[in-house]
């Protein structure tokens, strides 16, 4: 009975003795981590002013381009005519010219030729139409002044007046140093008289003994003057 009750006193106090079995402590639950940050969503106003600047920068860049497409075109427009400088003091004639200027001078002198003939011949309305464009001195030439005077010398004989006082007037201002320029008042003087301009006529006939004093023209209108 002894060692009975022993064996069970033993077994009971190493039962008493074993501590009691705990569960492990509960760790706390660490929240996911989120793999990105949220970026706030844009709202429609937010787009639509985004959207408003990039138009005001495309619209500010086009009025810079036409700018500057309007500057071209007023240097363009500048050099264009600008008119090109040429070195030499005379002017670059076309490559043409030189010899139109030839045919021409010969055309003329061939023209007084053949009114020369004409005038010597009598035939004076021939002659008219032959010196048809020489009564403004064409281009001031040697030849074109002797086409004048003589349309001039054919007028008179003509006795077409007014042709003769408004052709020999011009002659006289354009060619005022050329010897032929008192004769040509002479005849202005002559055909005024003859057409009652008597006063006009004198004033003429002064004009000549005024600005050619030693020519034969000053001389006769010296004696008109005398005699009338």
């Not at 009975?1 to 106090?13: E, I």
């Not at 003769?164 to 008192?182: E, H, K, M, W």
Request: glycine share 2%.
């Amino acid at each position: 009975m002894n060692r009975l009750s022993l064996t069970a006193l033993a077994l009971a106090t190493a039962a008493c003795a074993t501590p009691p079995t705990t569960p492990p402590p509960r760790q706390p639950e660490t929240p996911p981590i989120a793999s990105s940050l949220p970026y706030p969503e844009t709202t429609a106003n937010e787009q639509f002013e985004q959207l408003a600047i990039q138009v005001s920068r495309l619209e500010n860049q086009v009025a810079e381009l036409h700018e500057r497409v309007e500057q071209l075109e007023q240097r363009l427009a500048a050099s264009v005519k600008r008119p090109t400088r040429v070195h030499s003091n005379k002017p670059i004639a076309p490559p043409f010219a030189s010899h139109q200027v030839s045919l021409k001078t010969e055309n003329a002198t061939a023209l007084l030729d053949k009114a020369q003939q004409q005038y010597r011949a009598q035939q004076y309305q021939a002659a008219t139409a032959t010196l048809r464009e020489a009564d403004s001195g064409g281009d001031g030439s040697e030849t074109a002044q002797k086409s004048m005077f003589l349309l001039l010398q054919v007028h008179q004989k003509l006795n077409h007046c007014q042709s003769v006082i408004n052709i020999g007037q011009r002659y006289a201002t354009r060619f005022s140093g050329s010897l032929n320029a008192p004769e040509a008042l002479s005849l202005v003087a002559q055909c005024q008289w003859r057409i009652q301009q008597q006063d006009i006529a004198r004033d003429t006939w002064r004009k000549i003994i005024q600005q050619y004093p030693k020519s034969p023209a000053a001389a006769r209108a010296r004696n008109q003057i005398h005699k009338k």
